[in-house]
């Protein structure tokens, strides 16, 4: 079973930042990363005018590409869980960072903008630590680097415990 790990936060908090930060640092101590993501905007792997666009338009529920670079599908109007979608990898991972999915119970990074307060993800469970790129008087880690190294070392802990 893998490790799963949340990463969630308001648009531009650093969500992003920090899973490819901490993915790499994973990676290179050679630990196999999936990451899932969530994107509430009206987002889409096809680029407008590719096959795979022409195929959604026509009205493909599921659309699959394979290519040089991988493969990648497409369903229109899923919205499965972070569970369903990591019971549904085709590998087998060490560790699973998911950013977003805020409604997952798995243990959660909550990153914070300069407005922000920590009672904004009073609703959110599992919330294990507050952290910011910046400055932030209510995060516990105020940097990409602190936040990556505090990440990394509670996901290494936890998958030795589980090897």
Do not use: C
């Not at 869980?81 to 990898?89: D, M, R, S, V, Y």
């Amino acid at each position: 079973m893998a490790v799963t790990f949340q990463v969630i936060g308001f648009k531009k908090s650093g969500k992003t930042a920090v899973v490819e930060a901490a993915t790499q640092a994973l990676a290179d101590k050679g630990l196999t990363v999936a990451v899932l993501k969530h994107n509430s905007h009206d987002a889409s792997m096809d680029v407008p005018g590719t096959d795979t666009d022409r195929f959604s338009h026509a009205g493909a529920a599921t659309t699959v590409l394979v290519s040089e670079n991988g493969v990648f599908t497409n369903q229109q109007n899923v919205q499965p869980t972070a569970a369903e979608l990591i019971a549904q990898l085709p590998t087998n991972p060490d560790v699973v960072l998911v950013e977003g999915f805020k409604d997952a119970d798995y243990p959660k990074l909550a990153m914070l903008r300069a407005g922000d307060n920590a009672t904004d993800f009073a609703d959110d469970t599992n919330v294990a630590l507050f952290g910011s790129l910046t400055v932030h008087i209510q995060a516990q880690l105020t940097s990409l680097e602190a936040i990556t190294e505090w990440l990394v070392d509670r996901i290494t802990k936890e998958v030795s415990q589980h090897a």
